[in-house]
C-alpha cells in the first residue's frame, strides 16, 4: 500500500470521529482543513473523493458532503452572468492574462460581494461537510489562501477539507510543488 492510500484510507475516519463537525478537537479553532497530496496523483484523489461522497452521503449519516470544485463554480458563475462566452472572445483577441484579469474582476474576488464566496455559501447546509476541489484548475484565477480567508466568514459553523495539489506545512502553501502561495496558518492538515 502507497502512502498515499494510507493518508486516503485515513479521511473518512477521520471525518466520523467524534467532535469533527462541531471542530471541539481544534479548541474553538476555524475547523479549515487541507489535504494536500502530490500533482500527480490528482485523479486517484478525484476518484477517492466520489468513494468517499458515496460512503458519506446516504441517508442514515447525520453529515454530508458537499464537493464544491472552484473551476467549476467559476465557469457556472460566468455563464450566468452572460460572460462565458465574452471571456472566450476576450482572451482570442487580448489573451489569457487579459481573461484571468477579467474575470477576477467579474468574479468580485476579495470583495465584500465575492461572487465564489455566494456561490459557495448558497451551495452549503447546515449539515454539509465542505469539500473544496479543483484547486489546481481554478489556477491563476483564485489563489488558495485567498479563497480560505474569504471563506472564513461565511463557513465558521461547517468544517472544510481543502484537497489541495501540492504541499502544505501547516504554514505556507505550495501549489503543484512549484508555487509558493502566502503563508496561511489556520488550517490544519486533515491526516499526516
Do not use: C
Not at 160 to 165: A, D, I, N, S, T
Amino acid at each position: 500500500m502507497t502512502v498515499l492510500q494510507q493518508r486516503l484510507e485515513q479521511i473518512v475516519p477521520r471525518i466520523k470521529s467524534e467532535g469533527f463537525f462541531e471542530g471541539r478537537q481544534l479548541g474553538n479553532e476555524l475547523n479549515f482543513h487541507i489535504f494536500d497530496y502530490d500533482p500527480k496523483d490528482e485523479m486517484l484523489v478525484r476518484d477517492y473523493i466520489e468513494f468517499i461522497k458515496r460512503k458519506l452521503n446516504k441517508a442514515h449519516e447525520p453529515h454530508h458532503i458537499i464537493e464544491i470544485n472552484l473551476y467549476q463554480a467559476i465557469i457556472d458563475i460566468l455563464n450566468e452572468k452572460g460572460f462565458l462566452e465574452k471571456n472566450f472572445e476576450f482572451e482570442e483577441k487580448k489573451g489569457s492574462e487579459f481573461v484571468f484579469d477579467k474575470t477576477r474582476k467579474a468574479l468580485r474576488l476579495t470583495l465584500n460581494n465575492d461572487l465564489l464566496v455566494n456561490y459557495i455559501k448558497e451551495k452549503v447546509g447546515s449539515n454539509h461537510i465542505v469539500f473544496i476541489t479543483g484547486v489546481g484548475q481554478a489556477y491563476p484565477i483564485i489563489r488558495s489562501h485567498s479563497i480560505l480567508n474569504n471563506l472564513h466568514h461565511v463557513l465558521d459553523q461547517n468544517p472544510l477539507v481543502m484537497f489541495f495539489p501540492g504541499r502544505y506545512d501547516g504554514q505556507s502553501l505550495s501549489l503543484f510543488n512549484l508555487i509558493k502561495d502566502d503563508n496561511y496558518y489556520r488550517a490544519f492538515r486533515l491526516v499526516d
